[in-house]
Nanobody, 127 residues
Framework: QVLLAESGGGLVQAGGSLRLSCAAS????????MGWFRQAPGKEREFVGR????????YYADSVKGRFTISRDNVKNTVYLQMNSLKPEDTAVYYCAADSVVRTSSGGTASYAYNVWGQGTQVTVSS
């Protein structure tokens, strides 16, 4: 089992960029697909995107497609979320999560598909 820790959140103006990192402990990081989710105050946790074990396949929510990019480095045991053209509606706590089950990308959009979660990092986008 891995442990996950997000970093890189902060305050940014609309139109700006941030890169979130999620560092994983343990030697089995490459056996997990990784997802990013976010939760705004008073709202349900929302799928942002997912990357497969090898890093060659990504899948995004429509709300972030073309603006956000997920990548991973299996040597550094880290997954990244590059966020560009940020909007105030992107304000949320962002979580990374690990999925040990092999599934299609579209099958990995539900939070219950993930069995390990980080503690979250706050992203605030000002208008």
């Amino acid at each position: 089992q891995v442990l996950l820790a997000e970093s890189g959140g902060g305050l940014v103006q609309a139109g700006g960029s941030l890169r979130l990192s999620c560092a994983a402990s343990g030697r089995t990081f490459s056996s997990y697909a990784m997802g990013w989710f976010r939760q705004a105050p008073g709202k349900e946790r929302e799928f942002v995107g997912r990357i497969n074990r090898g890093g060659g396949v990504t899948y995004y929510a429509d709300s972030v497609k073309g603006r956000f990019t997920i990548s991973r480095d299996n040597v550094k045991n880290t997954v990244y979320l590059q966020m560009n053209s940020l909007k105030p509606e992107d304000t949320a706590v962002y979580y990374c999560a690990a999925d040990s089950v092999v599934r299609t990308s579209s099958g990995g959009t539900a939070s219950y598909a993930y069995n390990v979660w980080g503690q979250g990092t706050q992203v605030t986008v000002s208008s």
